[in-house]
């Protein structure tokens, strides 16, 4: 039981839409990842997924809106809910992430920036 420095695990890697755990609570992960541009439409059809923004501004696409996510602040992505995180004007976002174990990267949804292995830092 140590304290983790969120700020210090991210310069431990550099690939965006790639996340990276760094703790696991029950059957939840909790997960750091570099987000810039955009990601591809997907949905959880189990899970909740929570989004916190620790640098920089999230624009989370839903299919009739867009949620701007400022640093500081949080978004819960409710299961079944389909979703694009995207980053505006070539910035590089910086993201915590908690949801189960279970969950799929981009859902039933295959891309090229689908990951199915997250690395513990």
Same mark, same amino acid.
Request: hydrophobic fraction near 35%; glycine fraction near 4%.
């Given at each position: 039981?140590?304290?983790?420095?969120?700020?210090?695990?991210?310069?431990?890697?550099?690939?965006?839409?790639?996340?990276?755990?760094?703790?696991?609570?029950?059957?939840?992960?909790?997960?750091?990842?570099?987000?810039?541009?955009?990601?591809?439409?997907?949905?959880?059809? @189990?899970?909740? %997924?929570?989004?916190? =923004?620790? +640098? #920089?501004?999230?624009?989370?696409?839903?299919?009739?809106?867009?949620?701007? /996510? @400022?640093?500081? %602040?949080?978004?819960? =992505?409710? +299961? #079944?809910?389909?979703?694009?995180?995207?980053?505006?004007?070539?910035?590089? /976002?910086?993201?915590?992430?908690?949801?189960?174990?279970?969950?799929?990267?981009?859902?039933?949804?295959?891309?090229?920036?689908?990951?199915?292995?997250?690395?513990?830092?």
């Amino acid at each position: 039981m140590k304290p983790i420095n969120i700020s210090q695990k991210h310069t431990l890697f550099t690939k965006q839409w790639h996340p990276h755990r760094i703790a696991t609570v029950d059957n939840m992960q909790v997960l750091l990842a570099k987000l810039k541009g955009e990601f591809v439409w997907h949905s959880h059809d @189990n899970e909740d %997924e929570l989004f916190q =923004v620790i +640098k #920089g501004t999230l624009y989370m696409q839903f299919r009739d809106r867009t949620q701007v /996510v @400022n640093q500081g %602040e949080i978004i819960v =992505v409710p +299961k #079944g809910v389909e979703h694009n995180p995207t980053t505006k004007n070539n910035e590089e /976002v910086h993201v915590l992430l908690f949801e189960k174990l279970s969950t799929s990267h981009t859902g039933k949804v295959k891309h090229d920036k689908t990951q199915t292995n997250y690395p513990e830092i």
